[in-house]
Nanobody, 112 residues
Framework: QVQPVESGGGLVQPGGSLRLSCATS????????MYWYRQAPERQRELVAS???????NYADSVKGRFAISRDNAKSTVYLQMNALKPEDTAVYYC??????WGQGTQVTVSS
Protein backbone atom coordinates (compact mmCIF):
# COMPACT_ATOMS: atom_id res chain seq x y z
CA GLN A 1 0.00 0.00 0.00
CA VAL A 2 0.98 3.59 -0.61
CA GLN A 3 1.71 5.81 2.36
CA PRO A 4 0.32 9.30 1.85
CA VAL A 5 2.19 12.45 2.83
CA GLU A 6 0.05 15.06 4.56
CA SER A 7 1.22 18.66 4.86
CA GLY A 8 -0.01 22.17 5.43
CA GLY A 9 -0.85 22.07 9.11
CA GLY A 10 0.27 24.61 11.65
CA LEU A 11 -0.77 27.05 14.34
CA VAL A 12 -3.53 29.47 13.40
CA GLN A 13 -5.73 31.89 15.31
CA PRO A 14 -9.48 31.31 15.57
CA GLY A 15 -11.16 32.49 12.38
CA GLY A 16 -8.07 31.78 10.32
CA SER A 17 -7.55 29.46 7.37
CA LEU A 18 -5.28 26.61 6.39
CA ARG A 19 -5.00 24.43 3.31
CA LEU A 20 -3.97 20.85 3.84
CA SER A 21 -2.48 18.68 1.11
CA CYS A 22 -2.20 14.92 0.85
CA ALA A 23 0.14 13.57 -1.79
CA THR A 24 -0.13 9.97 -2.88
CA SER A 25 0.99 7.94 -5.85
CA UNK A 26 -0.59 5.37 -8.07
CA UNK A 27 -2.04 5.29 -11.51
CA UNK A 28 -5.50 4.44 -10.17
CA UNK A 29 -5.79 7.41 -7.81
CA UNK A 30 -8.59 8.94 -9.85
CA UNK A 31 -11.03 6.09 -9.27
CA UNK A 32 -10.79 6.03 -5.48
CA UNK A 33 -12.82 8.01 -2.97
CA MET A 34 -10.47 10.04 -0.79
CA TYR A 35 -11.14 10.89 2.84
CA TRP A 36 -9.88 13.36 5.41
CA TYR A 37 -10.03 12.26 9.04
CA ARG A 38 -8.94 14.00 12.20
CA GLN A 39 -8.05 12.87 15.70
CA ALA A 40 -7.96 15.18 18.68
CA PRO A 41 -6.18 14.21 21.90
CA GLU A 42 -8.07 11.53 23.85
CA ARG A 43 -10.76 11.34 21.19
CA GLN A 44 -11.57 8.82 18.49
CA ARG A 45 -10.59 9.46 14.91
CA GLU A 46 -13.50 11.06 13.06
CA LEU A 47 -14.37 11.49 9.41
CA VAL A 48 -14.23 15.10 8.27
CA ALA A 49 -14.83 15.01 4.52
CA SER A 50 -14.80 12.75 1.49
CA UNK A 51 -14.60 13.15 -2.27
CA UNK A 52 -15.36 10.54 -4.90
CA UNK A 53 -13.36 10.04 -8.06
CA UNK A 54 -15.96 12.06 -9.96
CA UNK A 55 -15.86 14.90 -7.44
CA UNK A 56 -18.92 14.35 -5.26
CA UNK A 57 -18.29 15.56 -1.73
CA ASN A 58 -19.60 14.96 1.77
CA TYR A 59 -18.80 16.69 5.04
CA ALA A 60 -19.25 16.19 8.74
CA ASP A 61 -21.91 18.51 10.14
CA SER A 62 -19.31 20.20 12.30
CA VAL A 63 -17.34 21.48 9.27
CA LYS A 64 -20.07 22.09 6.68
CA GLY A 65 -19.82 25.54 5.18
CA ARG A 66 -16.28 26.03 6.51
CA PHE A 67 -14.20 23.25 4.93
CA ALA A 68 -13.87 22.28 1.29
CA ILE A 69 -12.31 19.08 -0.03
CA SER A 70 -10.94 18.91 -3.56
CA ARG A 71 -8.63 16.73 -5.60
CA ASP A 72 -6.17 16.96 -8.47
CA ASN A 73 -6.13 13.59 -10.18
CA ALA A 74 -3.17 14.53 -12.37
CA LYS A 75 -1.09 15.07 -9.22
CA SER A 76 -2.65 12.25 -7.17
CA THR A 77 -3.27 14.82 -4.47
CA VAL A 78 -6.25 15.68 -2.32
CA TYR A 79 -6.72 18.99 -0.50
CA LEU A 80 -8.69 20.30 2.44
CA GLN A 81 -9.33 24.03 2.54
CA MET A 82 -10.25 24.99 6.09
CA ASN A 83 -11.77 28.40 6.78
CA ALA A 84 -13.25 30.03 9.87
CA LEU A 85 -11.24 27.67 12.04
CA LYS A 86 -12.31 27.07 15.63
CA PRO A 87 -10.35 25.79 18.63
CA GLU A 88 -12.34 22.56 18.43
CA ASP A 89 -10.82 21.92 14.99
CA THR A 90 -7.49 21.30 16.71
CA ALA A 91 -6.39 17.77 15.81
CA VAL A 92 -4.03 15.71 13.73
CA TYR A 93 -5.47 15.47 10.23
CA TYR A 94 -5.02 12.37 8.08
CA CYS A 95 -6.01 11.45 4.57
CA UNK A 96 -6.98 7.91 3.71
CA UNK A 97 -8.30 5.75 0.94
CA UNK A 98 -8.68 2.08 0.22
CA UNK A 99 -5.35 1.96 -1.60
CA UNK A 100 -3.25 3.77 1.02
CA UNK A 101 -2.11 3.08 4.54
CA TRP A 102 -2.36 5.63 7.33
CA GLY A 103 0.27 8.35 7.10
CA GLN A 104 1.84 10.50 9.79
CA GLY A 105 -0.82 13.16 9.56
CA THR A 106 -0.40 16.90 9.91
CA GLN A 107 -1.05 18.80 13.13
CA VAL A 108 -3.56 21.65 13.10
CA THR A 109 -3.71 23.84 16.19
CA VAL A 110 -6.27 26.63 16.46
CA SER A 111 -5.46 28.91 19.35
CA SER A 112 -5.09 32.56 20.21
Amino acid sequence: QVQPVESGGGLVQPGGSLRLSCATSGRRFSIYTMYWYRQAPERQRELVASITGSGSTNYADSVKGRFAISRDNAKSTVYLQMNALKPEDTAVYYCWSAFVSWGQGTQVTVSS
